[in-house]
């Protein structure tokens, strides 16, 4: 009997703790506080007759407490020590219950209140592309009181946090020395601050033709924000940059030493072609060829460069004369003529041309050597054994031709075409224009040759078949007005003469208008006008024909009476 009367009295108090908690509980607690049910535990959270206590809270969340304490994050801050956790964290709405309250929701959270301000590139993402529990600290993944899922504790500022380390350890940990938030790939490295200095060609030299993807990658963790790495990493270093050779190849294989500043700088790779003193090797660079670039002679590439013959001119120089003036046997060579300081013109001068057949003189002292010494064909040799034309220096007309076309013949003696010509200067020197048919005389003696005997188109020079007369040199000015019926040709003479060619003979009172009185005062121009020619090729006088009568030059006159 007393046995059940004290088990009636535990199901009764029981049966009013129950009523009890339902009637202190608002509802069930979230998933993470589940394991707090029930009234033995309200005052773990809850202190009697007092709201919620914050310190009660961080003696179950110590990771927090922990980066409170060290004033890390975003519940360091002053404005949200003022608040109580509630505030942000309620509970007793059901085991679905988010605990986690943003005022403007998530994505706009200003993140820079947790003391990192995402800038550039990170701005873009969204939350749950960092706050993933894989990126969490491996101190605070281990953490009883946190859940990697959802918490957003535990994310490092360092870069190599979340990015994989593509220089393998090989550059400084802190990547804002090259990369910014902005563009991953667009880096401000300043080579200038390194062990190796970039200068001159070097300067313009893309980076992976020194810096090769040779590096194994390390084993490391696969981050979820990149793809995984693939392929070989870039060495940056250590890299051997003391000599030229360690990136270089030495195209002279040692025979000019191991200091390469001897003759290359980093301003041009293919050399200096002052700095090498040639005159260390068996060919000095003597006049012009000072001047010329080594890859002229030493032609290929590399170590594949030649090294020219250097005893003769030929191996590098074509000779234009193919052979004809060099003569071994009498030790004649291309420096009999030619000499380093310039290959034009060439040293055999007047003294040494007058040693041969054709010696020169007057005149032929200033022509070219081109103008005689001429190539059969554009890429032919020049020709200097003319196969004895001209040079026996008898007949002129082997390089000049014969201008007349044997017109000359007559008036030439035994000195061939120096009869009237000379070697100091090609016109004809005096010649007595008496011998021929022609006398001149007047003013016909004052005028050059080539007045009367014109070049043609064909460059010959006429001496037979001009004409005598003279309308065969002279415009007939009077077009013809003194032409004697049955005469062909106008006799000039009747009023000219070779003295002067404006002074007439002429005798007005020879003509049938003889003048006299008055009319001898008269100016020529009074009666004879000009008018133009019928060609259009200017004007003449009028001589004839004209009238004789008064009224032919007065008009018609009229009487006092007017009869």
Same mark, same amino acid.
């Given at each position: 009997?007393?046995?059940?009367?004290?088990?009636?009295?535990?199901?009764?108090?029981?049966?009013?703790?129950?009523?009890?908690?339902?009637?202190?509980?608002?509802?069930?607690?979230?998933?993470?506080?589940?394991?707090?049910?029930?009234?033995?535990?309200?005052?773990?959270?809850?202190?009697?007759?007092?709201?919620?206590?914050?310190?009660?809270?961080?003696?179950?969340?110590?990771?927090?407490?922990?980066?409170?304490?060290?004033?890390?994050?975003?519940?360091?801050?002053?404005?949200?020590?003022?608040?109580?956790?509630?505030?942000? &964290?309620?509970?007793?709405?059901?085991?679905?219950?988010?605990?986690? +309250?943003?005022?403007?929701?998530?994505?706009?959270?200003?993140?820079?209140?947790?003391?990192?301000?995402?800038?550039?590139?990170?701005?873009?993402?969204?939350?749950?592309?960092?706050?993933?529990?894989?990126?969490?600290?491996?101190?605070?993944?281990?953490?009883?009181?946190?859940?990697?899922?959802?918490?957003?504790?535990?994310?490092?500022?360092?870069?190599?946090?979340?990015?994989?380390?593509?220089?393998?350890? !090989?550059?400084?940990?802190?990547?804002?020395?090259?990369?910014?938030? !902005?563009?991953?790939?667009?880096?401000?490295?300043?080579?200038?601050?390194?062990?190796?200095?970039?200068?001159?060609?070097?300067?313009?030299?893309?980076?992976?033709?020194?810096?090769?993807?040779?590096?194994?990658?390390?084993?490391?963790?696969?981050?979820?924000?990149?793809?995984?790495?693939?392929?070989? *990493?870039?060495?940056?270093?250590?890299?051997?940059?003391? +000599?030229?050779?360690?990136?270089?190849?030495?195209?002279?294989?040692?025979?000019?030493?191991?200091?390469?500043?001897?003759?290359?700088?980093?301003?041009?790779?293919?050399?200096?072609?002052?700095?090498?003193? &040639?005159? +260390?090797?068996?060919?000095?660079?003597?006049?012009?060829? $000072?001047?010329?670039?080594?890859?002229?002679?030493?032609?290929?590439?590399?170590?594949?460069?030649?090294?020219?013959?250097?005893?003769?001119?030929?191996?590098?120089? $074509?000779?234009?004369?193919?052979?004809?003036?060099?003569?071994?046997?009498?030790?004649?060579?291309?420096?009999?003529? &030619?000499?380093?300081?310039?290959?034009?013109?060439?040293?055999?001068?007047?003294?040494?041309?007058?040693?041969?057949?054709?010696?020169?003189? %007057?005149?032929?002292?200033?022509?070219?050597?081109?103008?005689?010494?001429?190539?059969? *064909?554009?890429?032919?040799?020049?020709?200097?054994?003319?196969?004895?034309?001209?040079?026996?220096? !008898?007949?002129?007309?082997?390089?000049?031709?014969?201008?007349?076309?044997?017109?000359?013949?007559?008036?030439?003696?035994?000195? %061939?075409?120096?009869?009237?010509?000379?070697?100091?200067?090609?016109?004809?020197?005096?010649?007595?224009?008496?011998?021929?048919?022609?006398?001149?005389?007047?003013?016909? !003696?004052?005028?050059?040759?080539?007045?009367?005997?014109?070049?043609?188109?064909?460059?010959?020079?006429?001496?037979?078949?001009? %004409?005598?007369?003279?309308?065969?040199?002279?415009?007939?000015?009077? $077009?013809?007005?003194?032409?004697?019926?049955?005469?062909?040709?106008?006799?000039?003479?009747?009023?000219?003469?070779?003295?002067?060619?404006?002074?007439?003979?002429?005798?007005?009172?020879?003509?049938?208008?003889?003048?006299?009185?008055?009319?001898?005062?008269?100016?020529?121009?009074?009666?004879?006008?000009?008018?133009?020619?019928?060609?259009?090729?200017?004007?003449?006088?009028?001589?004839?024909?004209?009238?004789?009568?008064?009224?032919?030059?007065?008009?018609?006159?009229?009487?006092?009476?007017?009869?």
């Amino acid at each position: 009997m007393k046995r059940w009367v004290l088990s009636l009295f535990i199901l009764t108090l029981a049966s009013l703790a129950l009523q009890a908690h339902a009637q202190l509980s608002p509802g069930k607690l979230a998933k993470a506080h589940a394991n707090l049910e029930g009234i033995s535990n309200c005052t773990k959270c809850h202190e009697l007759a007092k709201a919620i206590d914050g310190a009660r809270c961080l003696d179950c969340h110590s990771t927090l407490a922990a980066r409170i304490k060290a004033k890390k994050g975003l519940h360091s801050q002053r404005k949200v020590q003022d608040k109580s956790c509630i505030a942000c &964290h309620s509970d007793h709405h059901g085991r679905d219950f988010k605990m986690i +309250r943003w005022e403007k929701g998530e994505e706009s959270f200003d993140h820079a209140e947790t003391g990192w301000k995402l800038e550039g590139r990170h701005s873009e993402l969204k939350c749950k592309e960092c706050h993933r529990p894989e990126l969490l600290h491996p101190a605070l993944a281990k953490a009883k009181d946190l859940n990697s899922r959802t918490t957003r504790l535990g994310l490092d500022k360092a870069c190599i946090s979340c990015h994989r380390d593509e220089h393998q350890g !090989q550059l400084d940990k802190d990547c804002t020395t090259c990369h910014s938030t !902005q563009e991953w790939k667009k880096t401000r490295f300043d080579h200038q601050k390194a062990q190796f200095t970039l200068g001159g060609k070097h300067a313009n030299v893309a980076c992976v033709k020194c810096h090769k993807a040779d590096l194994p990658r390390a084993a490391v963790k696969s981050f979820v924000v990149e793809d995984p790495a693939k392929g070989l *990493a870039t060495r940056y270093q250590p890299l051997s940059f003391s +000599r030229c050779t360690d990136c270089h190849t030495d195209p002279h294989q040692g025979r000019l030493g191991q200091d390469c500043s001897q003759c290359h700088s980093t301003e041009g790779f293919q050399g200096r072609d002052t700095a090498f003193d &040639h005159t +260390r090797t068996r060919y000095p660079l003597t006049g012009a060829h $000072q001047s010329v670039k080594c890859a002229q002679c030493h032609k290929g590439q590399g170590a594949a460069r030649q090294r020219p013959a250097y005893k003769n001119c030929t191996p590098c120089h $074509q000779d234009p004369h193919e052979g004809k003036l060099t003569l071994p046997a009498s030790g004649r060579d291309c420096a009999s003529c &030619h000499d380093t300081r310039r290959f034009q013109p060439s040293l055999f001068g007047q003294a040494r041309h007058n040693e041969g057949k054709a010696k020169l003189e %007057g005149a032929h002292q200033a022509v070219a050597c081109l103008d005689c010494h001429t190539r059969p *064909a554009p890429k032919a040799a020049l020709r200097f054994d003319l196969g004895g034309k001209a040079f026996s220096g !008898q007949s002129c007309v082997d390089c000049h031709g014969d201008a007349h076309m044997s017109q000359a013949t007559p008036w030439m003696d035994d000195k %061939g075409c120096l009869s009237c010509h000379s070697v100091a200067a090609w016109k004809a020197r005096d010649f007595d224009h008496n011998r021929t048919q022609w006398r001149l005389e007047g003013k016909h !003696q004052e005028q050059g040759c080539a007045k009367c005997h014109k070049v043609t188109v064909q460059r010959t020079v006429p001496l037979k078949g001009m %004409g005598s007369a003279c309308v065969d040199c002279h415009k007939d000015e009077h $077009q013809g007005q003194f032409r004697e019926e049955g005469i062909s040709q106008v006799d000039c003479a009747r009023c000219h003469s070779p003295r002067a060619w404006k002074e007439t003979s002429f005798n007005h009172d020879n003509s049938r208008f003889p003048l006299d009185g008055r009319h001898k005062d008269v100016a020529c121009v009074e009666c004879h006008a000009r008018e133009a020619r019928p060609d259009g090729t200017g004007d003449f006088i009028r001589y004839k024909a004209l009238g004789i009568r008064c009224e032919d030059c007065h008009g018609e006159q009229r009487t006092p009476t007017g009869d």
